[in-house]
Every structure is written in C-alpha cells, then in structure tokens.
C-alpha cells in the first residue's frame, strides 16, 4: 500500500471515531434541536455550532416568511397548493388540498394512469386526459349516435327520430329516441298532389291517383331523382270515355260528359262511374208544355195535346216552343155533358159535375152522372144525439118520466114525416106552422124539461121549422110570396126567380115586427140553380124557455176578466131560411132588426147571439153576428149567414180576476202606507225640510186622499149623487197630482236657468201661496169647466169615475198627457243645461250633479205617475192582458214608488232612519247641507 493511500485510511478513521465519539468542545457547545419545542410544529430544527435555526416543512410556511427562522411566535401554516393560479394537478383535474400536501383526481370523463386520489410522492406522474365514453356501445339508447367531447358525450338521434321532449338531443336518463312523422307536418315533404307515408325514421312519397312523379312512387329520400308530382292526361287515352262522351281533364282526374242529347245510364250530362254509358236523352221530360203528352224519338220527340185540351196551331203533333195546349169547355157543349138538374163546371182538362139545389147524385147510376131530387132534412137527419130522444124513437114503451117530452118531439117528428112521405107533393108552410104552433104553445110542459131536453127539443123544432120551409120551395108550383100566421109562429117567404135585376137591390121581409134584408148579391151567391127560396121566420113565446140561461159565449173578448154579466133575452127567437145556402158566409152580411121585448137602458148592452146545436146539445153563442145599431125599442144586427137569433142584453159591471183584484187592494194599502211615511218624513224631518220636500209634501197629500177615495168608492154606486161626487173628487185629486209635478218640474227648470242666484226661492221672486194656487187652482179650473160641459159624465153604473161612453174620459186624459208632454220637454231642457254647466264650472260640480239628480228623479216619478194611465189607453186587443196587469201593479204601487224614490233614496233621511231606531242623537257639529236640497243653489263666490 502506498502513502497516499495509508494516509487516506487513517483520515477515515479518525473521522469515524470523532463521530461515534465525539470530542468535547472546548466551548461547551449546547444542541438546542434535542428539544421539541425548540421550533413550532411542521417544522425541522436545524442545530448549528453557535446556534440552530428552523426550516418549514414540504406544503407549510413560515408564518413570517423567512425560510429559515428562530425564536418564539413564529409558526409553519399549510400551503394550499390548489389556490395557485396554475394547478398543481393540471388541467381537467380537481384539485384538493391536504395538511402539508394535496390530493389530485380528474374531472367525470377524465382518468389519469396514476388512479384517482394522487398525492405527490407517489407512483407516477398525475395527468388527467379525455375519457372516451362512446367506445361503450350501449351508451345511447337505440336509433341515436354518440358524440364524444372532451369531458363528456351527447347523444345525437339519427335523422327522422327525436328525443322523448322532442330534440334531436338525448337530454337526460331514460329518454329515447321516437320516430318523427314526417307526414304530419302542416307542410307535406312530398309536395302538393302527394300521399306521404311514415316508415321509422324516414318516409315515403306517392303520388296521388291522376298524378305522377319521374321517380316513380315508393319514394324515399335518399334515393336518386327528386320527387314532385304533377298531372296525368288520362284524356290521351282515346278510349277512356265512353261512346257518345268527351273527355275533360282536369288536376288530378277526368270526366266524361255526354254529348248534347244524350245523358248517362244514370240520367246525368257526366259520367260517374266505371260501366256508365251516354243514352239517348229523352226530351218528354223537360220540352214539352203543360197539359201535353211527349212522345220519345230516338234522337227527336213530339208533343200532343192531353185529353181535354187542344194545340193552338191545330196540329195533332209539334216540337215548336211556342205551340200550347188550350182547354177545351166541355160545359159548353149543348146537351151538357152531365145530364139534367146538373151545374157543369169546367176544369182545366176536364169538367165536374154537380146537382143544383134540390137534388143530389144518383148512386144507382155507375155509368153516367146523373141528378136526383134530394130530400131535405128529414127525422133521421135532425135527431139529435141525446139520450132521452133516442128512447122516443125505439117504439117500445116510454117511461113516465120522458112521456110529456116524447110527446112532443113525436108530434114535431110528424111533421117532417108528413113532407117527406110524398117528396113530390106541395108542401103546405101554413099546416107546417099550425102543427108546430101546437107544440109551441105548450109552455108548461116546457118548463118541466131538463136543460139538455129542452135544448134537444129547440133544435128539432128549429131544424122542422127550415126542413119544411126547403120542401115548400122544392115545389114549382109554390106560390112566390106567401105570409103564414099563427099565435106563435109566424112565416113569411119570398121565391126570387128573375127579381134580382141589379146587384145592390134588397128584399124585405117581415115577421112579427122583425125584419130581415138580403142584398142580390147574397142572393146570387146561392148554391141553387134553380130560382133561390128565402124565409124569414119569428117565433112567440119560445125565448121564454129556450131563454139567457143558454148563453155561452167561448170566443168572449173579456176572456181576462170574469163576466159577472146580468143577462136576459130581450127579443123573439128569428130564423132565415134559404135555399143553397153557402157554408162558408156570405160576402154581403144579412141584416136583422130585432124588436125589444123591453126597452133598452143605458147601462145595457145587446148582444146578438145564434143557436150552436154543436155545443152542449144547443146553446146561444155570440159569434158570427155583430150590432149594427142599438135603440131603446130595436136592436139591428149583421150577421154572415143565415142562422137562427136572438137578442140578449147585458147589464152589470167587469170585474177584475181574483188575481187582479188582490194586487190591486195589496198594493194600494201598501202605498197609502208609504205614503203616510213619506208626509210624516217631509213634516218631521228638519235635515230635509227646505222648499222641494214642499212640493212632494203636497203632491203625497193630494195621491194619498185620491188613493183613499178611489178604494173607499169607486164602487158605491148605489146612491147616484154620491156617485157623481165621488167621481168628480177622483178628477179633481189625480189632476192635482199631475199639476204638482208641473209645478215641480217649471222650479228645476227655473232653478237651472238662474244658477247665480244663491237661494232661488228666497229672493221672492215666486211666492209659496203662488205655487198653491197653481197646484190646487187648475184642476178646480178643468173640473169645473168638465162639470159644466158634460155634468152627466160623473158617474157611471158600475163604478163611481168619468164616463167612458162618450169620450168624457179624456177631459183627464187630455191634461194628463199635456202635462206629461211639457213634464218631459222641460225635465230634458233641464239636463242639458246641467251637462253643459257640470262641463264649464268645476266649483259646482257637486251641488250640480245633485240637482241632476233631482231632475232623474222628477223623471222616475213621472213615468209612475203617468205610465199607468198611458197603459190604461191600450187594454184592449190582444195586449189587453198584459196591459191589464202593468196597469194594476203601477197604479197601485205609485205610492210606495214615489217613497222609495224621494226616502230611501235620500241620504239624509235614511241616515234620520237609522238614528231614530238606534235613539242616537245627531251631533251638533254634523252639517245639515249633505242632502239634496232644491232651495240651496252654488254661487260664484267660496266662503271657508
């Protein structure tokens, strides 16, 4: 070994010997790092010859900063890494910081080949890169296509199918992918003239039938060409029409129209469907005229006349348009064609025929129409359906209690069996009539039937009585005027065979003081052929059983009200009689002048009225005759046609339904109720007292007293002075009512026109005893000059009010109406003239629009006051009903109207209302000036 190298030994030993043994310092030299608490946590003491000194840990730093350190306070605090601008873990990955050190991992779609949670000193080197996720198949759900990116992945559908919330995207967990129709879409893909069909994810195209497309149908896209559809000429095709047809195409289609003159197999000019073919058209249907027979030829026709009637060319056959067929009058013809006793009546094409007055068709003859003499009403034709007539006619034995009504209607009988045992044999009115007066004149036994006999027995008497006057003038060799006179029966009766020259000439007849008249023209208006038989019969004594009781009227105009009606037969019991009498009426009315068997009173009134065997057996009805005229000693009526009459007079008053009369009586207390309120509130209440509760003091006065009167007497009609004193308070009263309102509505005229003026009424310029003198002087004034005039007009029988009769009524009306008018020409000035004033002057703004407001009101109780008695002008027609019932609710409620509206509707007084019933005592400091009050005017000046 050399010397260097046994030096370099020795060197090494010592130093290892200094180490495991060291020396003591020759100046005591202290290690300070043996003690823990030396340097603060996380930090490494370093001991130094002299001294030591402190150094952080990896991640931490001094809390002063230095990097190495000593002495107290100083501290070593964490490091966040991860605060840094710069990521220790780089990027996509997240960083997390830990004591000393921190923690790495990637982002979700992200992954490092270190593995997640790195932490530096560890194994590897920390980088996060892309995840591909769509390497996973299944990842998107079916009919869709992933998308990577960096960090994450979308998934696509493919074209033609959407998501489940309709996007293309998949946006969250358990969508899929639908397909998308296509075909739905308000634009079709495949263009006009198309049928779009949905295939999954696509959709294909054909075109519609008489279209087509250079692509072919069953086109998709995608496939080669571009798809569009456009019109076939399927008239290109020579045979697809059928013969005698022209095609005409058409977008889409084609048809096929016959030729003119032919139609199809179906009867129209255009083929329908597949097999039709054009046929010859025939022209009988529309080219020939009427009343013709048309004759199909192919490619022509001809026409000929119906039977009955003739070309006017006189050619058997035509085609000309302007050829037609006249009807021919076989009436005209000599001998008629339809024989003896027989009218013929032309038709058109034919003729009818029928028999003249007397005689009937002969059903023995089937081949020929020929007339036979009919008999007239006999006693199978006039029995009546009644049970105690049928049990006359059974022949057996008639129990004693129908024997005396047997008796007669048998002897009635007879009498029609004497005319119609031998119907060529003359017909004798005067026995006819004897025999009748015999059954006539037993008035006691009459009076012993029931209703229903009695009206039986009138009937066949009646029916006896016009069935023998018929056969009387059946016979030509009757006289042609005769009079028959009995003690109850009395005929007169005319034949008219060449009498009736002129039209307007009129035939009398008379029968026991009553007459009849009949014009020519009812004459000729006869269904007889032959000369027209007419009779006029009046019977004595029979109205005394056949009597008011009878009378029914269902047709009465009144049918609102109920008729207690006092009824009395007031004449004899008449009857016309003609031959060929029309069913129908006649177009000229029959007169009839009915003797009174009493005289007419004033109250009265006659009602013409004829027997109806149709109702009830028989029963006097008023229709079909009206009064022409009416006297004390005769009474005319004009009746449509003839008929068995008689005169019957009503007396009495109309009296409301029951349901009209408690309306009327409920509603007037209730408004004199009101009313009594309403004069006590003007009297008592001082908030309100000025110079317009004034007015409506007086007019509630002047309503009250009337309301009052009229329920207390408008029907004590018992005592006619009384009566007529009655009836001229009521005038006097209601026109005070209606003057008060004029009163009313000139001072909310005047007041409007002098707005300036603070207080109208108390510059005294209208004096209160002035206005007294207007409301309670005028009706004095028309009351008086009414009386004077016209004193019989108070009063009439049934009700204590002015006389209808002659027009006496409307010296109420007229000033009702006038005032009415004026009423409403002044309260409508009035507003004007405060929209024109609300609109200028808004410092009176307030107190104007309560003067209008007055002015509303005057015109509310206008109408109440005044409506109703307009509504009393129109309770006639068929309106009468409602009219009646408006009229009673309004009339008798004008009270309780007339409180609502200047009461309740005030402020002030609902307010006094209120405190008298809860006894409170009206503050002294409350105002008095809230109300509406019509003394109280704005000025031009405010006072604070």
Known sequence: MGSSSLLLFWGYCGLFFWLVFPLESTADDVNECLDTTTCPAYATCTNTLDSYYCTCKRGFLSSNGLTQFRG?????????????????????????????????????????????????????????????????????????????SPGSYSCVCNLGFES????????????????????????????????????????????????????????????????????????ADPGICPQHATCHNSPGSYSCVCNLGFESSRGNRNIQGPGETCKDVDECLYMCPSNTTCTNTPGSYFCTCSPGFAPSNGQTSFRDQGVHCRD???????????????????????????????????????????CKRI??????????????VQLCQVGAAVEPEYGSFCTLMNATFSVLDDACENRTAEVSLKDTAESLASVLKQTSTWSNFTKEETSALATVVLESVKSSTLAAFLNPSANVSQTVQTEHLEIESKIIKEGCTEKNMTFHLKAKGDKMEITCSTIEESDSAGPTGVAFVSFWGMESFLDESFFQDPQNPLANFQSKLKVKMNSRIVQGIMTGEK?????????????????????????????????EGGRWISSGCVVLEAS???????????????????????????????????????????????????????????????????????????????????????????????????????LACFFWMLVEAVMLFLMVRNLKVVNYFSSRNIKMWYLCAFGYGLPVVVVAVSASVQPQGYGMHNRCWLNTDRGFIWSFLGPVCAIIMINSILLTWTLCVLRQKLSSVNAEVSTLKDTR???????????????????????????????????????????????VIHCLLNRQVREEYRRLITRKTKPSSETQSSGILLSSVPSTSKTG
């Open 853 to 899: 407001l007055l002015t509303l009101k005057a015109f509310a109780q206008l109408f109440i006051l005044g409506c109703s008695w307009v509504l009393g002008l129109f309770q006639i027609g068929p309106m009468a009903s409602i009219m009646a019932y408006l009229f009673t609710i309004i009339n008798s409620l004008q009270g309780t109207f007339i409180f």
């Open 164 to 235: 489940s919330r309709g996007n293309r995207n998949i946006q969250g967990p358990g969508e899929t992918c639908k397909d998308i129709d296509e075909c739905s879409q308000s634009s079709s893909p495949c263009g006009l003239h198309s049928v779009c069909r949905n295939l999954l994810g696509r959709y294909k195209c054909s075109c519609l039938p008489g279209f087509s497309s250079p692509t072919g149908n069953d086109w998709i896209p995608g496939n080669p060409g571009h798809f569009s559809c456009t019109d076939v000429d399927e008239c």
């Open 328 to 370: 021919i009058d076989e009436c005209s013809q000599d001998p008629s064609p339809c024989g003896p006793n027989s009218v013929c009546t032309n038709v058109l094409g034919s003729y009818s025929c029928s028999c003249i007055g007397g005689f009937q068709p002969n059903p023995e003859d089937s081949l020929n129409f020929s």
């Open 632 to 734: 004390k000693t005769h009474t005319v009526c004009s009746c449509n046609q003839m008929m068995n009459l008689a005169i019957i007079m009503a007396s009495g008053e109309l009296t409301m339904e029951f349901s009209l009369y408690l309306i009327s009586h409920v509603g007037i207390i209730v408004s004199l109720v009101c009313l009594v309120l309403a004069i006590a509130t003007f009297l008592l209440c001082r908030a309100i007292r000025n110079h317009n509760t004034y007015l409506h003091l007086h007019l509630c006065i002047c309503l009250f007293l009337a309301k009052t009167l009229f329920i207390s007497g408008v029907d004590k009609t018992g005592n006619q002075v009384g009566c007529t004193i009655i009836a001229g308070f009521l005038h006097y009263l209601f």
């Open 583 to 615: 069913k129908d009426g006649f177009s000229d009315p029959v007169i009839y002048m009915l003797e009174n068997i009493e005289p007419k009173q004033e109250f009265e009134r006659p009602i013409c009225v004829s027997w109806d065997t149709n109702l």
């Open 72 to 148: 107290p306070g100083v501290t070593c605090k964490d490091i966040d890494e991860c605060s840094q601008s710069s990521s220790p873990c780089g990027l996509h990955s997240v960083c997390r910081n830990l004591l000393g050190r921190y923690k790495c991992s990637c982002l979700p779609g992200f992954s490092s080949p270190t593995g997640n949670d790195w932490i530096p000193g560890n194994p590897g080197h920390f980088a996060c890169t892309d995840v591909d996720e769509c390497a996973d198949p299944g990842i998107c759900p079916e009919h869709a296509t992933c998308r990577n």
């Open 375 to 388: 008999p007239f009403k006999c006693k199978e034709d006039v029995i009546p359906n009644n049970e105690q």
